[in-house]
């Protein structure tokens, strides 16, 4: 039984199951139902007990609702590792969507489809190896529906959002050590560097959202999305703090950038093969942990319902 479960795992890391958002596919956009719940997973698991207990999930998932006005998403993504020198690469992502009268659906035909609508969002992250102990985002903007026709959509959006963040500073190994300082060295550190007795900086902003999505396909079968997203941040994020080697501080407004091409072919009803590329660039946060750059590549089949 135990060969069994490994030998399916394997497989599954094999593929490296991955899946794109519910809302990056033409063909759901084209064909929408009011009431029906779509969805689509993929994930892989390891479980090793050789020598230790170690578990190895990756997972990701979508699930969409539309109304006969309205359109819902939610989504996440998952990597773990219980393995103590892997656990760097553990994230998390939790993102939620409405577009609001964005269209009219009577009985299970779209009638029309708005230029103009509003859409608000949430999400919700986490990235041990970045240090981001979670990072809240919370707003809303108007989106723009440039161009709709058979094999492409492509539209734009603009908004605010509020931005609330957790980093931490130092390395695991280092907090226990925080707890040697006395009470007048730890309000040091808060005050001028505004590091709290857990080793975090928690900052909050509000950021200008700016993003264009182009949906296209090809035949029956291809389906390719490109996302490109400025966020802008209103305030200095890191006034009134001491810049010192350790903790440079450049109060500059820098912009995130963020980039994702994802292309995805059907092979059944239910599965499909999805290869995705991100990079975001994030720069200017303070925790030395915080690379400017990430990019990821994954690819694999995706299960649909």
């Not at 399916?8 to 064909?31: C, R, V």
């Not at 359109?71 to 969507?97: K, W």
């Not at 990821?296 to 299960?303: A, M």
């Amino acid at each position: 039984m135990r060969k069994t479960l490994l030998l399916f795992s394997f497989m599954l890391l094999i593929y490296g199951l991955q899946a794109q958002s519910i809302l990056n596919d033409k063909a759901f956009y084209d064909t929408l139902k009011t009431h029906k719940i779509y969805g689509r997973i993929g994930f892989g698991l390891n479980v090793n007990d050789d020598d230790e207990h170690k578990v190895f999930l990756l997972q990701d998932a979508s699930i969409s609702k539309a109304t006969s006005r309205h359109l819902f998403e939610l989504s996440n993504s998952l990597y773990f590792n219980s393995n103590g020198t892997d656990q760097a690469s553990n994230r998390f992502m939790l993102f939620a969507r409405a577009a609001l009268n964005r269209h009219k659906i009577v009985n299970n035909k779209i009638q029309s489809e708005a230029n103009f609508f509003p859409e608000i969002n949430t999400t919700i992250a986490y990235d041990e190896g970045r240090g981001l102990n979670y990072r809240f985002n919370g707003g809303g903007g108007i989106t723009y529906s440039l161009h709709n026709n058979k094999w492409m959509r492509l539209k734009i959006g603009t908004g605010l959002q509020y931005e609330k963040e957790s980093w931490r500073i130092f390395e695991r190994e280092f907090l226990p050590a925080l707890d040697t300082l006395s009470q007048s060295s730890k309000d040091k550190l808060q005050s001028a560097f505004g590091i709290n007795e857990k080793g975090n900086i928690n900052k909050d902003n509000v950021r200008w959202n700016n993003y264009v999505q182009m949906v296209y396909i090809l035949g029956e079968k291809f389906n390719m999305t490109i996302l490109g997203m400025v966020q802008v941040p209103l305030a200095v994020p890191y006034d009134n703090v001491y810049n010192v080697p350790y903790f440079p501080v450049d109060n500059k407004k820098y912009p995130r950038f963020t980039l994702e091409v994802s292309a995805n072919f059907t092979i059944t009803r239910h599965f499909s093969f999805n290869a995705k590329y991100f990079i975001q660039h994030d720069e200017g946060q303070i925790s030395p942990l915080a690379n400017e750059q990430i990019t990821n590549f994954t690819n694999g089949l995706v299960y649909k319902f």
